[in-house]
């Protein structure tokens, strides 16, 4: 029995459908953001901007349900194989691009409406050449991070080839302390990230 690169049925069908759901999910608000006007163009470059980052997670899920279908029985006889492979590093790195770019453009995205309901009597909206900026910096900070693994091998080793699905920031014992360090960094990025987010739920309710 040589196995599946996604344990069960479920998973191999849910697979299809979730990535299917967000790219189709995300593709309309693009194009539904580009042909209704608003009177906010500066908030709607942040949510197309965000979907083409969810979009990218979509994408990934693509692949992993297309090699799963490739090494369909025979999994664990190339396991090893698929994650040395060019292949899944470059599938891991969008799927760390994907996410970090989500969580900076959600914490943009809320810090900005956070100051504008706080003090709405002060000029704190961003004009369009602050949120071009704004967000280029956010895309060429996602793309650094998910490239800087592949920089030196070293201290990272196989960073996105930890397990099957090339998914990183998964510490364990024989990850290298460059690695989980690196893990441990962004992760703690992300809870901080957190605060701005609440608020946002916050101020929903």
């Given at each position: 029995m040589y196995g599946n690169l996604l344990a069960?049925?479920?998973?191999?069908?849910?697979?299809?459908?979730?990535?299917?759901?967000?790219?189709?999910?995300?593709?309309?608000?693009?194009?539904?953001?580009?042909?209704v006007a608003t009177e906010?163009?500066?908030?709607?470059m942040a949510i197309k901007s965000l979907c083409c980052a969810d979009c990218l997670m979509g994408i990934y899920l693509f692949f992993i349900g297309a090699f799963d279908i490739k090494y369909c029985g025979e999994y664990n006889r190339h396991?090893?194989?698929?994650?040395?492979?060019?292949?899944?590093?470059?599938?891991?790195?969008?799927?760390m691009l994907s996410t970090e770019v989500s969580v900076m453009?959600?914490?943009y995205m809320t810090v900005e409406k956070y100051l504008c309901i706080v003090f709405p009597f002060h000029n704190y909206r961003a004009g369009r050449k602050q949120t071009l900026v704004t967000l280029i910096s956010i895309w060429v900070l996602g793309?650094?991070?998910a490239i800087i693994p592949f920089c030196d091998k070293q201290t990272f080793g196989n960073y996105y080839g930890r397990n099957g699905v090339c998914f990183p920031l998964h510490s364990d014992v024989t990850e290298k302390p460059g690695a989980r360090s690196y893990s441990t960094g962004i992760f703690l990025g992300k809870v901080c990230a957190e605060r701005p987010l609440q608020l946002r739920t916050d101020m929903a309710i």
């Open positions: 069960n049925i479920i998973l191999r069908v849910f697979v299809w459908v979730v990535a299917f759901i967000i790219c189709f999910g995300n593709v309309f608000v693009i194009c539904l953001r580009s042909c906010n163009r500066h908030h709607t396991a090893q194989l698929w994650m040395e492979s060019l292949q899944c590093q470059l599938i891991g790195s969008l799927a453009l959600l914490t793309f650094v991070i």
